[in-house]
T-cell receptor, first 112, second 112 residues
Framework: AQSVTQLGSHVSVSEGALVLLRCNYS??????LFWYVQYPNQGLQLLLK??????LVKGINGFEAEFKKSETSFHLTKPSAHMSDAAEYFC??????????FGTGTSLTVIP | SQTIHQWPATLVQPVGSPLSLECTVE??????LYWYRQAAGRGLQLLFY??????ISSEVPQNLSASRPQDRQFILSSKKLLLSDSGFYLC???????????FGDGTRLSIL
C-alpha cells in the first residue's frame, strides 16, 4: 500500500530563512506526489505536483519540491520564508488505483 | 474553470440534531467526490468518496452517511449528531485518473 510520512509535525523558521518540509513516500511504482497548503479555517490548496516529468517541480508562492527516487523523498522548500507562509502543509500521494493518501501534516510557524 | 462550493461555512448544532452539509462542483462532469473530516490540529480523515451518481464508498464506520443525488452534488448527513462529530468538514473533487484533488473552503461544525 502507498503512504506518505511527514517528518516533523511542527517546524519553526525565522522570516527570511530557508523552509524545508520533509515528505517520504512508500511506493512500489513511480508515484504521483503533491503538496498542499492549508491556511486557518480554509480548505487545502494545491501548491505543486510531481507527475514523473521533471524531478524539480516549481509551485506557487515560491515553493518547489524535488523528487528523489533513491531517497523516496519529495521535500518541499522555499529559499526565504515570509510571514504569510505560516500554515499547515500536507504531502499526498496517489496510487495506480487512484487512491489518495495524505500525510499527517506539518505546521509551519514563521518567526518575525 | 471548475469551482467547488461548500456550505454552510460554520454550523453550531445540539447533540441529537440532524445534519446536512452540501457540496456542489461546477465546470466539470462526472467528478470523483470526497468528504473528509479534520479534527482540531490533526490530519485528514477520508469519510466517503463517490465515483458516480448513487455510488458511495464509506471508509470508516460512523454516525454519518453520504449521498450523491446528482452528478455534481455531494451531501453529508446525520440523523442524530454526537459530540464526537465536531470538526472541520471538507469536500473535494477530482477528475478521473491520476489527478490532484481540489478542496472546498470547509464547514466548521460545533456540537453543543
Amino acid at each position: 500500500a502507498q503512504s506518505v510520512t511527514q517528518l516533523g509535525s511542527h517546524v519553526s523558521v525565522s522570516e527570511g530563512a530557508l523552509v524545508l518540509l520533509r515528505c517520504n513516500y512508500s511506493s512500489s511504482v513511480p508515484p504521483y506526489l503533491f503538496w498542499y497548503v492549508q491556511y486557518p479555517n480554509q480548505g487545502l490548496q494545491l501548491l505543486l505536483k510531481y507527475t514523473s516529468a521533471a524531478t524539480l517541480v516549481k509551485g506557487i508562492n515560491g515553493f518547489e519540491a524535488e523528487f528523489k527516487k533513491s531517497e523516496t523523498s519529495f521535500h518541499l522548500t522555499k529559499p526565504s520564508a515570509h510571514m504569510s507562509d505560516a500554515a499547515e502543509y500536507f504531502c499526498a500521494v496517489i496510487s495506480a488505483g487512484n487512491q489518495f493518501y495524505f500525510g499527517t501534516g506539518t505546521s509551519l510557524t514563521v518567526i518575525p | 474553470s471548475q469551482t467547488i462550493h461548500q456550505w454552510p461555512a460554520t454550523l453550531v448544532q445540539p447533540v441529537g440534531s440532524p445534519l446536512s452539509l452540501e457540496c456542489t462542483v461546477e465546470g466539470t462532469s462526472n467528478p470523483n467526490l470526497y468528504w473528509y473530516r479534520q479534527a482540531a490540529g490533526r490530519g485528514l480523515q477520508l469519510l466517503f468518496y463517490s465515483v458516480g451518481i448513487g455510488q458511495i464508498s464509506s471508509e470508516v464506520p460512523q454516525n454519518l452517511s453520504a449521498s450523491r443525488p446528482q452528478d455534481r452534488q455531494f451531501i453529508l448527513s446525520s440523523k442524530k449528531l454526537l459530540l464526537s462529530d465536531s470538526g472541520f468538514y471538507l469536500c473535494a473533487w477530482s477528475v478521473q485518473g491520476l489527478e490532484p484533488q481540489h478542496f472546498g473552503d470547509g464547514t466548521r461544525l460545533s456540537i453543543l
